[in-house]
């Protein structure tokens, strides 16, 4: 059985890079005006995990360009562990909103047979959405996701689940009503007893405590979501201070290298992403809980 320590630090807390990107790293190389086929979203991952990864606990990315390339190419640092992204790469949609579905052949064993040591799940949902015509999207994300999760603990792979909170077209939230929202998310899937929950933003220092007595004896690590490094920087100390067991990051510290060719790419990252990254895991040498100290 493989514990969260593979992708933690030796005090058990999470500095994880993430690069997992597919479409939307397709979409941001095409914005930048860069090559953007599939050798060349191989290229972009290989650059940064191979220079990012020695500081990192762990590394987030996908089998369609990520594993085998940074395997076989040495990128991956050795002491840092893999987690897998096993999501489908298509979502599925209904009226205009997500329907939380899964890949059956995308399951615990296969990160497994993909040489990984945890699985990340991402879901799309709005935990206060009331059923309709289209089903109650609410009750199948958890569903889903219960299966992930009841799969995950049956063969021994932790489970990562990333829940990213979605409105139905038309609605536009406030600010708060998001964030409130987030922390509602974090609350009712904590039910179902994943490893580590990936977190957005939840808004405040009050509400980072929230969140980590709500969820318990889940553990959390907060995510970047693309903000500038400099404010994702600040939410990481709040987020570690209010109860998060580390962070899962990645356009925060290397978003910029997309716009670049590759030898510039690979100077910036050294010169940039790597402080960035020395950066937020200096944060975790002073903040922060142990997963294990929320899992006990």
């Given at each position: 059985m493989t514990t969260l320590d593979a992708i933690a630090d030796r005090d058990g807390r999470f500095a994880v890079l993430a690069m997992d990107q597919r479409a939307s790293l397709r979409k941001m190389l095409t914005t930048a005006g860069q090559p953007a086929g599939d050798a060349d979203l191989t290229a972009f991952k290989v650059d940064v995990i191979g220079a990012l990864s020695p500081l990192?606990?762990?590394?987030?990315?996908?089998?369609?360009?990520?594993?085998?390339?940074?395997?076989?190419?040495?990128?991956?640092?050795?002491s840092a562990g893999l987690l897998i992204a096993a999501e489908p790469a298509e979502k599925e949609k209904v009226g205009g909103e997500y329907r939380t579905t899964r890949d059956p052949a995308r399951n615990a064993a296969w990160v497994r047979a993909n040489t990984g040591d945890a699985m990340k799940f991402l879901l799309y949902?709005?935990?206060?959405?009331?059923?309709?015509?289209?089903?109650?999207?609410?009750e199948i994300a958890l569903s889903v996701t219960?299966?992930?999760?009841?799969?995950?603990?049956?063969?021994?792979?932790p489970s990562v689940i990333e829940p990213l909170v979605a409105f139905a077209p038309g609605l536009e939230p406030s600010r708060e009503q998001k964030e409130a929202a987030v922390v509602r998310s974090a609350t009712r899937l904590a039910a179902l007893d994943m490893d580590l929950l990936k977190l957005e933003w939840p808004g405040s220092a009050a509400a980072c405590a929230t969140v980590s007595e709500n969820l318990g004896r889940v553990p959390w690590a907060v995510l970047s979501a693309g903000v500038a490094y400099e404010q994702f920087l600040e939410r990481a100390g709040i987020a570690l201070d209010g109860g998060a067991c580390g962070f899962i990051a990645g356009r925060a510290i290397w978003g910029e290298a997309v716009g670049m060719p590759g030898p510039e790419r690979r100077a910036w990252l050294?010169?940039?992403?790597?402080?960035?990254?020395?950066?937020?895991?200096?944060?975790?040498?002073?903040?922060?809980?142990?997963?294990?100290?929320?899992?006990?």
């Amino acid at each position: 059985m493989t514990t969260l320590d593979a992708i933690a630090d030796r005090d058990g807390r999470f500095a994880v890079l993430a690069m997992d990107q597919r479409a939307s790293l397709r979409k941001m190389l095409t914005t930048a005006g860069q090559p953007a086929g599939d050798a060349d979203l191989t290229a972009f991952k290989v650059d940064v995990i191979g220079a990012l990864s020695p500081l990192a606990s762990g590394v987030l990315t996908d089998v369609e360009y990520g594993v085998d390339a940074v395997r076989s190419g040495g990128a991956l640092a050795d002491s840092a562990g893999l987690l897998i992204a096993a999501e489908p790469a298509e979502k599925e949609k209904v009226g205009g909103e997500y329907r939380t579905t899964r890949d059956p052949a995308r399951n615990a064993a296969w990160v497994r047979a993909n040489t990984g040591d945890a699985m990340k799940f991402l879901l799309y949902w709005n935990p206060d959405r009331a059923a309709d015509e289209h089903g109650d999207l609410a009750e199948i994300a958890l569903s889903v996701t219960g299966e992930v999760v009841k799969d995950c603990a049956a063969t021994g792979i932790p489970s990562v689940i990333e829940p990213l909170v979605a409105f139905a077209p038309g609605l536009e939230p406030s600010r708060e009503q998001k964030e409130a929202a987030v922390v509602r998310s974090a609350t009712r899937l904590a039910a179902l007893d994943m490893d580590l929950l990936k977190l957005e933003w939840p808004g405040s220092a009050a509400a980072c405590a929230t969140v980590s007595e709500n969820l318990g004896r889940v553990p959390w690590a907060v995510l970047s979501a693309g903000v500038a490094y400099e404010q994702f920087l600040e939410r990481a100390g709040i987020a570690l201070d209010g109860g998060a067991c580390g962070f899962i990051a990645g356009r925060a510290i290397w978003g910029e290298a997309v716009g670049m060719p590759g030898p510039e790419r690979r100077a910036w990252l050294t010169e940039v992403a790597v402080p960035r990254l020395r950066g937020l895991v200096d944060l975790l040498d002073s903040h922060g809980r142990s997963w294990r100290e929320v899992r006990r």
